[in-house]
């Protein structure tokens, strides 16, 4: 947190006159045993904040309320806003009954106004003249990033930090040498075009997800399955690759999208690697000391596209299982087929014999049968805490037929109804 400001509940009221996110706790009797009442009236209020520097954000689906129409602000924003925080009085209903009436709130500058300017240096030791030893760095720059890495190759790279910070938290593991990718330019590409996109390792999902509403809108509309507001603030696509989870939620959709990973070193010319070439197993990469992810490419943003994950619940929360369905379609049939998985082996991993089984066919159910029976044959997860080895298979086969029904139009139940239920 060097060179930043942090403001806690406490730091909101301003003249003693409270937040409007408090003011509307208090006025819904959000404010029930309290345990969760702080992390709360922090969305609340960064989500104002978020609103008064981006105002066209939110979801344009109306919502209504008991006076009238708030046209600019979707119940999906409002349970969006509230999200990531658990209470265990299980009394959503005046929370989000909070939100709902700060959506007619005017939208109230907070954070921002407190972020420290670009020139401003991150602290004292920022730069190190004696080359870097230990702690924590922040380079703003590529070639910062690359002087770092050179001096010490094997540091650990970190950009949001959501899950290697939890080898310190649940491992009381230890980094001595850190070195942030969040602030280097170079790593913040983002450019999507009609079929490709350029993804920066850097680029947090928040605003993954903000740029891909027309572009590529299954991955839009996924996103909203991952973490939780807080966490796709910090998380990072380079992130999710880099820990190479094998519920890692991006890895199948990456692998149904034929990623391109551009890794970059510090003293060698980057290099492009075929994702399913840089994962190797479990929690194991191509990367190797002195290597960073710089970029992400794919392809394919046309094609018929279904991303599911399947989890105990909606927000926040882990994978059992999840499936990434990638389909080029005419009339004739299956002209391309990528299909890759989650949460079933030690990495994410796509079906080779399956995509073949399905392409150059016509989507009969017939066909459906035989390849709902080909993956259960073929997937041998195991079974854990979070499901077991034969719900994965079944979920997995069955989320395949399902998006080979989408994929001829046939209408399905939609489990969340994230726009229309309080």
Not at 10 to 15: I, K, S
Not at 188 to 198: G, H, W, Y
Not at 271 to 289: C, D, H, M, W
Request: hydrophobic share 40%; charged share 20%.
């Amino acid at each position: 947190m060097g060179g930043q400001a942090v403001v806690t509940i406490e730091g909101l009221p301003v003249n003693n006159v409270l937040h409007p996110a408090q003011a509307a706790m208090m006025t819904t009797h959000g404010a029930q045993c309290g345990f969760c009442t702080p992390g709360f009236v922090m969305a609340l209020a960064g989500w104002l904040d978020e609103r008064a520097f981006d105002p066209d954000r939110e979801a344009s689906a109306p919502l209504k309320l008991d006076d009238g129409v708030v046209p600019s602000v979707s119940l999906r924003a409002c349970r969006e806003a509230i999200s990531g925080n658990l209470c265990r009085c299980t009394g959503y209903r005046p929370i989000l009954q909070a939100a709902k009436s700060l959506a007619r709130a005017p939208p109230t500058a907070l954070f921002k106004t407190h972020q420290r300017s670009p020139s401003e240096p991150l602290s004292d030791d920022a730069a190190d003249p004696g080359g870097y030893t230990s702690g924590f760095r922040e380079p703003q720059s590529l070639s910062e990033l690359k002087t770092l890495l050179r001096q010490q190759p094997t540091a650990t790279l970190i950009a949001g930090g959501t899950d290697l910070m939890l080898e310190v938290t649940q491992k009381q593991g230890r980094f001595d040498r850190l070195i942030s990718l969040a602030r280097v330019p170079a790593l913040q590409r983002l450019e999507l075009s009609a079929d490709t996109a350029i993804i920066g390792s850097a680029v947090t999902y928040q605003d993954l997800q903000a740029a891909t509403a027309l572009s590529w809108p299954a991955l839009h509309d996924f996103l909203f399955r991952l973490g939780s507001p807080q966490i796709r603030n910090r998380g990072t696509i380079g992130g999710n690759l880099g820990t190479a989870s094998p519920i890692g939620d991006l890895l199948p959709i990456l692998l149904a999208m034929d990623a391109t990973i551009v890794v970059g070193h510090f003293d060698e010319p980057d290099r492009p690697v075929a994702i399913s070439e840089f994962l190797q197993g479990y929690r194991k990469t191509q990367l190797n000391p002195g290597n960073f992810i710089r970029e992400i490419h794919v392809e394919g943003l046309q094609d018929f596209l279904r991303y599911y994950k399947i989890s105990k619940r909606q927000e926040d929360d882990i994978a059992s299982v999840s499936v990434a369905v990638r389909l080029g379609l005419k009339a004739s049939g299956v002209t391309l087929a990528r299909i890759a998985f989650g949460g079933v082996a030690e990495q994410a991993l796509r079906l080779p014999a399956l995509e073949q089984a399905l392409q150059g066919q016509i989507i009969t159910d017939s066909l459906m049968a035989d390849l709902h029976e080909q993956v259960r044959a073929s997937l041998n997860p195991i079974s854990d805490v979070r499901a077991s080895r034969d719900y994965r298979r079944e979920m997995a086969a069955n989320l395949i037929v399902r998006a080979l029904k989408e994929a001829l139009g046939t209408p399905m139940p939609q489990i969340y109804g994230l726009d229309d239920y309080a």
